[in-house]
């Protein structure tokens, strides 16, 4: 049990979420698409993240394995909604983390506002899924950017793709590929790399390796994860290991999840 305080000055008494019982909450969850119990597992789990109402009592196995249960939720989540967008695009602003992308976005255009011209600029995103709501920011605030979004899931391709036709964007274009089969990457200003794109410090690794060999120039955006937030995203503490430098980092606050590492070669 822990203590809390209180906006009003007093105290109360709330149980600690460990990542024991998270995983075994999760795990248990005999589908991952939405539904009732997953969304409300799921929205605990992020709001208890968040508040930092967790406790981080497992191996990093474990945790891997928790990871990967959210990934494969998330990507559930996003076709989910990716079907319902083409059916309807006006929903997209009804899309749950709408408003934290578009928040966490902003942060991201500032800290690399400096190191890309503002018009024409080409930008990759690595890990797209099925609603690649960080492209769909980026060349909404950008139309004369050019922006490519690969993705190793052709279904989540395909979906995206009919998104971003529905929603009447045309300056974004896909790639469905593995991101360490990628040999093009040196084409880009900016390249960035979502969050689950490696969901441990092996996979995550053997990506950046291959980044570094492939890129001869450019930015590189990381999203990574810091304090209870490692929980559902791998922290990236170790970019200087492959040879990238860090020209900036931001660590979230409120509702935004992810943290952002921002280096150059």
Known sequence: MSTIQKANGRTTQSSMWDTDSIYNS????????????????????YSSVINGEVIINSSLDKLDLIREIVSIAES???????????????????????????????????????????????????????????PIVWATKFKNAQITVIDS????????RGVVEEIDIKNIKFINSQADEYMQYSNYDI??????????????????HHLHSTMTKGTLI????????????????????????IVSTFHPTGDIVNSTIVAEL
Do not use: C, H, Q
């Open 191 to 208: 390249v960035y790399l979502a969050a689950l794109v490696g969901l441990n410090k092996n996979e995550k690794s053997s990506i950046l």
């Open 26 to 45: 999760i795990s248990k969850l005999k589908k991952l698409e939405p539904s009732t119990l997953v969304n409300r597992t799921f929205s605990k789990l």
């Open 76 to 134: 559930k989540l996003e076709k989910f909604w990716a079907k319902k967008i083409i059916a309807d695009p006006m929903t997209v602003y009804d899309f749950p983390y709408y408003n934290n992308y578009e928040k966490l976005v902003d942060t991201e255009i500032k800290l690399v506002k400096n190191r890309f011209k503002k018009t024409g600029f080409k930008l990759i995103f690595i890990g797209g899924g099925a609603l690649p709501l960080t």
């Open 222 to 245: 990381v999203r990574s994860a810091s304090g209870s937030r490692k929980i559902l995203y791998p922290e990236v503490d170790y970019l200087p290991d492959y040879g990238f430098n």
């Open 153 to 160: 899931d052709k279904e989540a391709i395909e979906l995206a």
